[in-house]
Each structure stands twice: as C-alpha cells, then as structure tokens.
C-alpha cells in the first residue's frame, strides 16, 4: 500500500479531515482528535494507529507481524502501533487496523464532535 492510498482511505471515512499541527507532518483526525499519524509526505511510508486499549492488545500486532510493526513512540503505553505500509502487513489487515483506531477514537469523541 501507498501513503496516498492510505491518506484517501483515512479521508474517506465518516468527518475525517488531515491535519498538519507540526509542520510537514500530517495526522487524520475526526472531531478534535487524531486517529492516525501519516508522518510527512517524504517519510517512510508507515502508519500510527491506535491498535488496542492498552499495550497487551497492541502487543498482538507486534507479535503477529515482528518485521512491520513496532510501538509507537511517545504514546505506545496507549496502544498505539506504528505499522508499515511497504511491508508484508496485508492491505486489508491496514484497513482493519485504522477503522478500529478510527472507531476506538469516536467513541470516546464528546457526542457533538461525532459524525452523524
């Protein structure tokens, strides 16, 4: 999968929106908040979603894919991975992990910043 393509399916998503809060790095987020980090367009392509409630869910990514996914800095105690886009994590398996950061931020949106 490509950066592109993983930024149009983020956009595609009921309210989502790209963000650029820190210069060339851009996040998708829905209402205020983010639900993946895209990193800037001449990064490698990977993405940070968030893959769990807490480290021992988003532990089964690492083991399940040890070469394309890692904790992600700063806020992996959160359950946030970053997952490779170039790598052998199926294209499906990346969709499956951003509607459940995407749905795992939603829900704890306050109920005027949810999509209708």
């Known amino acids: 999968m490509t950066r592109?393509?993983?930024?149009?399916?983020?956009?595609?998503?009921?309210?989502?929106?790209?963000?650029?809060?820190?210069?060339?790095?851009?996040?998708?987020?829905v209402g205020s908040r983010?639900?993946?980090f895209l990193g800037a367009p001449h990064?490698?392509?990977?993405?940070?979603?968030?893959?769990?409630?807490?480290?021992?869910?988003?532990?089964?990514?690492?083991?399940?894919?040890?070469?394309?996914?890692?904790?992600?800095?700063?806020?992996?105690?959160y359950g946030w991975n970053t997952l490779r886009l170039d790598g052998g994590i199926a294209d499906d398996e990346l969709f499956e992990a951003l509607d459940a950061s995407y749905e795992a931020v939603v829900a704890r949106l306050p109920k005027r910043e949810r999509p209708a």
């Open 43 to 77: 990064d490698p392509p990977r993405v940070w979603v968030k893959c769990g409630p807490d480290r021992v869910l988003a532990d089964e990514w690492l083991h399940r894919h040890p070469d394309d996914a890692e904790v992600a800095p700063y806020l992996g105690r």
């Open 4 to 29: 592109d393509e993983m930024v149009a399916y983020c956009l595609g998503l009921p309210a989502a929106w790209l963000d650029r809060p820190w210069e060339e790095t851009e996040v998708a987020k």
């Open 34 to 36: 983010i639900f993946a």
